[in-house]
């Protein structure tokens, strides 16, 4: 302990007393010069090094403010003023577990104290917080770990740690403006770090601005040869394009199985590339849509668009199959979603939506692929196929030992399957079908126009009994027993 004159000490005092002054009237700049000067003139004082720590911490200077509490504490371990103002400075560096225990030094001397008690409990909560943050980041849960680090983050405004950790969780997380804004703070405050020029790369490839990205990665190792974050970001930047543009290629030379494998891989290299993966999925898409494997094409467009919203692309696509599989009311939504997003295309999406809202109208009243149990892209042969089943199935004599229930069933079954295959059997009725028009419209319908028993005599030939009757034109009869 230095020896200071009594003298000495009423100037130190009355320094402190002016201090005190500036502090209440929130003139901390002040108030630091005469608690400084008290410190001068009696550096043995603990309570002139927690007022100026104080001062720093309503300034958010919090480093000056932690090496002033600790030198107060130095000389008074028991104020429990000085331990709160110790845990406040740690808090905002990220120094969470050195908090809760400073906060728990001072419950020590003071337990029956409610505020400190609560201040207590919020420091564990948002240590706790922290803890499960990177417990998360290690599980590459980037969405649990953003939940936990957006409270960490309104406490520990001044930890470059927690900064970069939350900054690469909105990343990860996809929201790129919310990061980009954070990482100007970074920057303006800590200056370009290595881990800046990782998240200013991780942030442009997500937003899909891939060279651009790379050459960031590139400039941060060449600052930070041993950047590993750098180095494995560009790696798997690389990779996934490498993968993209296979697959791209075997699609090009009809190579699906190829192609569907390739994507798949690239798919997997990095998950929260959220604007490539986009891409990837409505390429694989395309190629199921190829293989006719449309509601498989469907998944894969509707992941596309989960991660892109915007991408237009996959929602033509993904109308284009679900009009393969009847599905018009949802081809349309997709094709007005085109228009709003694209306006240039309305022209282009007009004559589709006709199209589609056509054939919503129709499949509103009988689907006749449905009823035959057959694709919309079936053969004539499969067509024809499908009702020598069905016509036998449903013909009302081998339903003549039912009850009345069932015998009605069946006759609407057969009229519907004679009406289905008559359409469908005929090109030019099936080509006004498909395009949208009911073609009993333009022949006054079928109830009463044609006979169904009619339809099954001229498709299986021979008389009118179903005991009896030849298939095809083969001559060939089958008896039923």
């Given at each position: 302990?230095?020896?200071?004159?009594?003298?000495?000490?009423?100037?130190?005092?009355?320094?402190?007393?002016?201090?005190?002054?500036?502090?209440?009237?929130?003139?901390?700049?002040?108030?630091?010069?005469?608690?400084?000067e008290a410190i001068d003139h009696n550096p043995n004082e603990a309570i002139y090094y927690s007022n100026r720590a104080a001062c720093y911490l309503a300034l958010r200077q919090y480093k000056k403010g932690l090496d002033d509490a600790e030198q107060a504490l130095k000389r008074d371990s028991n104020n429990v003023k000085t331990l709160r103002r110790k845990a406040l400075a740690l808090q905002n560096l990220g120094r969470l577990e050195e908090c809760v225990n400073s906060l728990n030094?001072?419950?020590?001397?003071?337990?029956?104290?409610q505020s400190l008690k609560q201040?207590?409990?919020?420091?564990?909560?948002?240590?706790?917080?922290?803890?499960?943050?990177l417990k998360q980041i290690q599980n590459e849960d980037y969405q649990k770990a953003l939940y936990q680090f957006q409270q960490v983050i309104q406490v520990c405004s001044q930890s470059l740690e927690i900064q970069i950790?939350?900054?690469?969780?909105?990343?990860?997380?996809?929201?790129?403006?919310?990061a980009s804004k954070w990482l100007m703070q970074i920057q303006s405050e800590h200056g370009t770090t290595p881990d800046v020029y990782y998240l200013k790369g991780i942030i442009d490839l997500?937003?899909?601005?891939?060279?651009?990205?790379?050459?960031?990665?590139i400039d941060g190792m060449k600052v930070d040869p041993d950047n590993k974050k750098c180095r494995e970001a560009l790696k798997k930047a690389r990779k996934c394009e490498e993968l993209k543009e296979k697959g791209n290629k075997l699609l090009q030379e009809v190579k699906l199985n190829d192609a569907i494998e390739c994507y798949t891989e690239a798919l997997s290299v990095d998950p929260y590339n959220r604007k490539i993966n986009s891409i990837i999925y409505a390429n694989r898409g395309l190629v199921k849509q190829k293989m006719n494997q449309h509601k498989e094409a469907i998944d894969d467009f509707t992941k596309s668009i989960e991660l892109n919203p915007q991408y237009y692309k996959a929602l033509?696509?993904?109308?284009?199959?679900?009009?393969?599989?009847?599905?018009?009311?949802?081809?349309?939504?997709?094709?007005?979603?085109?228009i709003q997003i694209e306006p240039s295309l309305e022209q282009e999406m007009a004559q589709k939506l006709r199209e589609g809202q056509k054939k919503e109208k129709l499949a509103k009243k009988k689907d006749y692929y449905k009823i035959l149990e057959v694709g919309r892209d079936a053969t004539e042969n499969e067509i024809k196929k499908s009702y020598r089943k069905l016509a036998l199935?449903?013909?009302?004599?081998?339903?003549?030992?039912?009850?009345?229930?069932t015998k009605q069933l069946g006759q609407q079954k057969f009229r519907d399957i004679a009406e289905a295959y008559a359409v469908l059997s005929d090109k030019k009725k099936k080509d006004l079908y498909d395009s949208g028009v009911d073609p009993n419209d333009q022949n006054g319908g079928f109830d009463g126009g044609v006979d169904p028993s009619q339809v099954f005599q001229m498709f299986f030939g021979g008389g009118g009994g179903f005991q009896q009757f030849p298939f095809g034109g083969s001559g060939v009869r089958f008896e039923f027993r």
């Amino acid at each position: 302990m230095i020896q200071v004159s009594e003298v000495t000490l009423q100037e130190a005092l009355a320094k402190k007393e002016e201090g005190n002054k500036f502090f209440v009237e929130k003139k901390y700049d002040e108030a630091i010069k005469c608690y400084s000067e008290a410190i001068d003139h009696n550096p043995n004082e603990a309570i002139y090094y927690s007022n100026r720590a104080a001062c720093y911490l309503a300034l958010r200077q919090y480093k000056k403010g932690l090496d002033d509490a600790e030198q107060a504490l130095k000389r008074d371990s028991n104020n429990v003023k000085t331990l709160r103002r110790k845990a406040l400075a740690l808090q905002n560096l990220g120094r969470l577990e050195e908090c809760v225990n400073s906060l728990n030094a001072a419950l020590q001397i003071t337990p029956g104290d409610q505020s400190l008690k609560q201040e207590y409990s919020t420091a564990q909560q948002i240590c706790q917080s922290y803890l499960e943050g990177l417990k998360q980041i290690q599980n590459e849960d980037y969405q649990k770990a953003l939940y936990q680090f957006q409270q960490v983050i309104q406490v520990c405004s001044q930890s470059l740690e927690i900064q970069i950790l939350f900054v690469e969780c909105l990343a990860k997380c996809g929201e790129n403006d919310r990061a980009s804004k954070w990482l100007m703070q970074i920057q303006s405050e800590h200056g370009t770090t290595p881990d800046v020029y990782y998240l200013k790369g991780i942030i442009d490839l997500y937003n899909g601005n891939s060279e651009k990205a790379k050459k960031i990665l590139i400039d941060g190792m060449k600052v930070d040869p041993d950047n590993k974050k750098c180095r494995e970001a560009l790696k798997k930047a690389r990779k996934c394009e490498e993968l993209k543009e296979k697959g791209n290629k075997l699609l090009q030379e009809v190579k699906l199985n190829d192609a569907i494998e390739c994507y798949t891989e690239a798919l997997s290299v990095d998950p929260y590339n959220r604007k490539i993966n986009s891409i990837i999925y409505a390429n694989r898409g395309l190629v199921k849509q190829k293989m006719n494997q449309h509601k498989e094409a469907i998944d894969d467009f509707t992941k596309s668009i989960e991660l892109n919203p915007q991408y237009y692309k996959a929602l033509i696509r993904r109308a284009e199959s679900y009009d393969k599989l009847g599905q018009f009311g949802d081809s349309v939504h997709d094709y007005q979603q085109v228009i709003q997003i694209e306006p240039s295309l309305e022209q282009e999406m007009a004559q589709k939506l006709r199209e589609g809202q056509k054939k919503e109208k129709l499949a509103k009243k009988k689907d006749y692929y449905k009823i035959l149990e057959v694709g919309r892209d079936a053969t004539e042969n499969e067509i024809k196929k499908s009702y020598r089943k069905l016509a036998l199935l449903w013909h009302p004599d081998k339903l003549k030992d039912k009850d009345e229930e069932t015998k009605q069933l069946g006759q609407q079954k057969f009229r519907d399957i004679a009406e289905a295959y008559a359409v469908l059997s005929d090109k030019k009725k099936k080509d006004l079908y498909d395009s949208g028009v009911d073609p009993n419209d333009q022949n006054g319908g079928f109830d009463g126009g044609v006979d169904p028993s009619q339809v099954f005599q001229m498709f299986f030939g021979g008389g009118g009994g179903f005991q009896q009757f030849p298939f095809g034109g083969s001559g060939v009869r089958f008896e039923f027993r």
